[in-house]
């Protein structure tokens, strides 16, 4: 199908200049294409996926989850307790539509019913009598002959414009659909696959495939990433075997791992992490344990499902962190947009209660959003910490359950680019130096004298509210990165409606420079910085010296204003 595509390049129309800006806005969107496949079936792939689509949209994250396994769809079982009605259309109206003319994707996804999270679901198309006369009735080459492809980049701009996430459950095996699947569409491929050689050995093969044939396609595509994914691993009874097929299945996709995952880190190691086992209980039917694991156990499926998502959602980077620490990691994923409830909690013995009182009295009054931890009761148990920042009392000696509360906080915390932070503060009954070790490294604030708790309160809302100077906020960081981005323009493109686009931005820029917009002027420098990064493969098409020479006039405007700011 890839080939085809190729075949078929000249049915895309160029960009439409008078639309530069919806189409830059499409072209740049942040939504990332995840394809779930697997060489054979029976593998676990739609069970992964459906899993991690929920944990996904847990997170905060939007999440669009397709079954674009047509001969045999069934995502939706998955998430059948979470369907608000049954789809009446899917992938395969899309096909239809394409052919009595639609320009771009109808309403065909479903929104499913998950609480705090978005996640809707593009099923394979209305199960009834007819769907399988319909699934026949299209002819893959023929659509991509008419134009298909095009068609299917507009479904793709407005699916990434929508959502986050958009996971594709792929067709087993070779076929035009795999196709689509693995080559066309995705940004990201994960691979699944059990721990026999012709399990392994198909999904590494037509990964391959498919990065070759994006180097064909007509559209500028990266290289794939490639998340291998051993699934179905039987480690509790038979675990030598287990642990030789582990080691099998990390030489044979060591390829996989070469382009994103750090080079300090050991494929075994990785492979670990990305094991889903096998658990007897989750094979019957079609079930998310990570509806009912909310805080799992490493022995626990969902812990390996939680592992894969984090990896997704951190677009397989920052892998150092997860070989160090599995749990911060994790929290990393799930807390990239929390809206904290409260901007900090104070953890205080049950018994020692003024000094607490004083503290979240003072800060509240100066405008924290501030209250006292429940630690102390037995049901404290939770997923997730209400306040971006704790803060404990220590009276004496840390008490069992101020200890745990801490110990969590740091394992879900514990990132150096992180900006939650621990506090402690320490009554003058307290020695330092019996403080668990976990505790020495931090900043102490011991009341006494000569600091009284009206004063820690005041020092600790400095800590919470101060932010850091950036340069976001400067005129004349905004004129710098203008210059930068317009000297990485390209020298080559690889098809004509790029340089419209690229021409169309630079003329804007001039216009936004003109006008004094600052705003715009930032807007304008996203756009055109990623219009910037395109691969050199395929055919390759030079600028015009017009375009060169209104770059080279517009440089010359914003140096002269950087040199006016500077003075």
Avoid at 230 to 244: H, K, P, Q, T
Avoid at 478 to 507: F, K, M, N, Y
């Amino acid at each position: 199908m890839a080939a085809r595509l190729a075949h078929h390049r000249g049915a895309e129309p160029r960009a439409d200049p008078t639309a530069a800006h919806s189409e830059v806005r499409s072209m740049t969107s942040t939504g990332t294409v995840v394809t779930f496949y697997s060489y054979k079936g029976g593998v676990g792939r739609s069970f992964t996926l459906a899993n991690v689509a929920v944990l996904l949209a847990r997170w905060g994250y939007r999440v669009l989850a397709i079954d674009w396994d047509l001969e045999a769809p069934g995502l939706q079982h998955y998430f059948g307790p979470l369907l608000r009605r049954q789809p009446k259309g899917g992938v395969i109206d899309l096909a239809y539509d394409f052919l009595n003319g639609a320009k771009g994707p109808s309403a065909h996804a479903v929104r499913l019913d998950l609480d705090g999270g978005h996640l809707a679901l593009l099923a394979a198309g209305r199960e009834d009598d007819d769907y399988s006369r319909r699934v026949q009735g299209i002819n893959w080459e023929d659509l991509y002959a008419q134009g298909f492809a095009a068609f299917l980049e507009r479904c793709r701009a407005k699916w990434t414009s929508d959502y986050d996430f958009v996971l594709i459950d792929s067709r087993t095996g070779i076929s035009d659909i795999a196709g689509i699947c693995t080559a066309h569409l995705p940004d990201r491929l994960v691979v699944v696959f059990t721990a026999n050689q012709q399990s392994i050995d198909g999904a590494v093969r037509i990964a391959k495939q498919a990065n070759a044939a994006r180097d064909r396609l007509p559209y500028d595509r990266p290289p794939h990433f490639v998340l291998p994914i051993l699934s179905r691993l039987d480690n509790r009874v038979e675990y030598e075997r287990a642990e030789f097929w582990r080691r099998q299945a990390a030489e044979s996709t060591t390829v996989l791992f070469s382009n994103w995952l750090d080079k300090n880190v050991s494929q075994q190691l990785m492979l670990r992490h990305t094991t889903v086992p096998y658990v007897s209980y989750w094979s019957f039917g079609e079930q998310l344990p990570v509806h009912e694991e909310k805080t799992p156990s490493s022995d626990q499926i969902s812990f390996a499902l939680e592992t894969v998502a984090a990896i997704i959602a951190q677009q397989f980077d920052r892998t150092d962190l997860l070989a160090d620490n599995r749990d911060a990691y994790v929290a990393v994923a799930r807390t990239h947009q929390q809206s904290y409830s409260l901007d900090l909690l104070v953890s205080v013995p049950r018994l020692e209660s003024r000094v607490a009182d004083e503290l979240i009295r003072t800060m509240a009054a100066l405008g924290l959003r501030v209250d006292r931890s429940q630690s102390g009761d037995l049901e404290f148990e939770q997923s997730s910490f209400p306040a971006k920042h704790l803060c404990l009392v220590v009276d004496g000696t840390l008490s069992r359950w101020q200890a745990v509360e801490a110990e969590r906080f740091l394992r879900q915390t514990l990132d150096a680019d992180g900006d939650r932070q621990l506090f402690c503060v320490l009554t003058s009954r307290t020695d330092p130096e019996a403080l668990p070790p976990f505790l020495l490294n931090l900043r102490l604030f011991r009341l006494g004298e000569e600091l009284l708790p009206l004063q820690v309160a005041r020092q600790l809302h400095a800590i919470v509210t101060e932010e850091p100077p950036g340069r976001d906020g400067s005129d004349l960081a905004t004129l710098e990165d203008v210059a930068a981005v317009l000297r990485t323009v390209p020298a080559e493109v690889s098809h004509p409606g790029r340089w419209t686009l690229i021409e169309q931005t630079v003329d804007d820029l001039a216009a936004a420079l003109r006008n004094d917009d600052l705003r715009l002027l930032k807007d304008l420098t996203v756009d055109l910085a990623q219009l910037n990064q395109v691969r050199s493969t395929g055919d390759r098409v030079t600028a015009s010296d017009g375009l060169h020479a209104r770059i080279g006039d517009l440089l010359d405007r914003v140096d002269r204003r950087i040199r006016v700011s500077t003075k």
